[in-house]
């Protein structure tokens, strides 16, 4: 092949899928039929463990992204696992229809599960409609070329620099502060201040 690449310029956007459980960071969506119950197409690769979520689930949530959306729930959805984290702890999130959905986007989805179709590394569930709402009109759908364009600027984002770092001893993740907060929990691993190391240069 000549560059795989080319698929980055299929125009898809960015989005949280959740269900019961937990969720991840997915942009391989598609309208598949539009009308009040649109079909929802989203492809899960099967070593997520939002896919083993999604095989018990009757229902998904759609949550999506802004380009102003904070960069740390692609962090924490689309690199980490909700094996090992509660990827909702410190998050703001409304409860439809059973389902958990962000609120830092722009609007949400909740589909019912009609169909589930296997390859060999992924699995495409595709879901009815049965609810939404905008919730924010002000920004714009984040793409994923726009994300493949400003992924290392959004990583900046994240390192705060001239405050003192304070690093996860666990998991890695940075807290910039004067001090870490007692009350404080790692976003990612969800363990407490003292588990925090400050980092010397
Ligand atoms: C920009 C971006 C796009 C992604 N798109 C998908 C996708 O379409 N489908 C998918 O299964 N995983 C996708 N992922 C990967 C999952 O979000 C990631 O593996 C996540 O950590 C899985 O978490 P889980 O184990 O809790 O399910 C994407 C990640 C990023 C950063």
């Known amino acids: ?3 795989s690449k080319i698929t980055r310029k299929i125009t898809q956007g960015m989005y ?4 019961e459980g937990g969720g991840c960071v997915v942009d391989a969506v598609a309208r598949v039929s539009g009308g009040e119950n649109s079909l929802i197409a989203v492809a899960v690769a099967k070593n997520n463990h939002t ?3 999604l095989q018990q689930a009757e229902k998904f949530g759609l949550s999506i992204l802004g380009e102003q959306a904070h960069p740390k729930l692609i962090e924490t959805f689309g690199f980490c696992s909700s094996r090992d984290l509660d990827k909702f702890a410190n998050l703001k999130t409304q409860e439809i229809e059973g389902i958990k959905v962000l609120e830092d986007a722009l609007g949400y989805m909740i589909m019912k599960k009609v ?3 296997e390859n060999d590394t992924h699995t495409l569930f595709i879901g009815e409609l049965i609810e939404g709402d905008i919730t924010n009109e002000s920004d714009r759908p984040m793409s994923y070329a726009y994300y493949q364009e400003h992924k290392e600027d959004l990583k900046k984002v994240t390192t705060e620099q001239g405050k003192t770092a304070w690093v996860c001893t666990v998991c890695g993740y940075v807290y910039y502060g004067d001090e870490v907060p007692d009350d404080y929990r790692c976003p990612l691993c969800g363990l407490g ?6 980092k010397e240069d």
Not at 16 to 19: A, F, M, Q, R, S
């Open 115 to 117: 169909d589930a179709i």
């Open 193 to 198: 201040k003292e588990y925090f190391k400050k």
């Open 1 to 3: 092949m000549k560059n």
């Open 51 to 53: 896919h083993t979520l």
């Open 16 to 19: 949280i899928l959740t269900t």
